[in-house]
């Protein structure tokens, strides 16, 4: 079966308003430009993003924030979006903070099938709060439930028409985890090639995964904080 979508506007079309959206990328590292671009050009509206990140002021998912395209946030670390930060405290938008691991560990037990785990991140603070929590041989834990979305974009280094996938590097990190917790995935990959083309024993994400695919373009690759050394 080929997978391939014509672009990325091809791709955002089939996502309604509404949707839950698994963003990949560590900071601006491996995150799905093409896609973000244009959902963000075609204006889909009341998204619920789960992102480790919200991107920047005036790059990725900060253009949907400024855009007023995201109803709730659910990541792991906001820090670098003003615009964020003001819709946050003046209650423009749902906000649900993770710690990084959980949410690591959340979606990969959407992508496994477990409903919910135990751990003990988070016991005893906000985090906790409404959850069911156990004693385990002496220790507190609480219950985690898996973490789920409608879409994943996810963004790859190469990509095959049957959607097998190889991240680079650090643009691996959440990528391969979203790609398996989501009922639909959308990959862009900065190259296509043809079935057989990938080493089997360095595929990342199985095809079997993904939905759909697109070759992404003009990728920018921003860095958030450049720190250079004096001479």
């Not at 391969?176 to 595929?203: C, Q, S, W, Y």
């Not at 070759?215 to 921003?222: A, H, I, R």
Request: net charge positive; charged share 25%; hydrophobic share 40%.
């Amino acid at each position: 079966m080929n997978k391939v979508l014509r672009d990325a506007e091809e791709a955002v079309a089939l996502v309604p308003d509404g949707a839950t959206i698994m963003m990949g990328g560590f900071g601006l590292s491996g995150i799905p430009e093409n896609l973000l671009a244009a959902l963000h050009k075609r204006g889909t509206r009341d998204l619920t993003l789960i992102s480790n990140n919200a991107g920047t002021d005036h790059f990725g998912i900060g253009l949907l924030l400024k855009a007023r395209q995201v109803r709730k946030m659910i990541a792991t670390y906001v820090g670098e979006n003003k615009e964020f930060e003001r819709q946050f405290l003046q209650k423009e938008i749902e906000v649900e903070l993770v710690p990084q691991g959980t949410f690591s560990e959340r979606m990969r037990a959407a992508g496994a099938g477990i409903p919910a785990f135990y751990t003990p991140t988070g016991y005893g603070t906000l985090i906790a709060e409404g959850k069911e929590t156990k004693v385990f041989d002496g220790r507190h834990f609480v219950m985690e439930r898996a973490l789920h979305a409608d879409f994943a974009f996810v963004k790859a280094w190469k990509g095959d028409s049957v959607g097998n996938l190889v991240y680079r590097r650090t643009a691996r990190n959440f990528n391969p985890i979203m790609a398996t917790a989501a009922r639909f995935t959308i990959a862009e990959v900065e190259h296509l090639v043809r079935p057989g083309e990938l080493d089997p024993d360095l595929v990342h994400t199985p095809g079997i995964y993904v939905k759909r695919l697109l070759k992404g373009s003009n990728y920018l690759k921003q860095i958030e904080k450049r720190t250079v050394r004096d001479g």
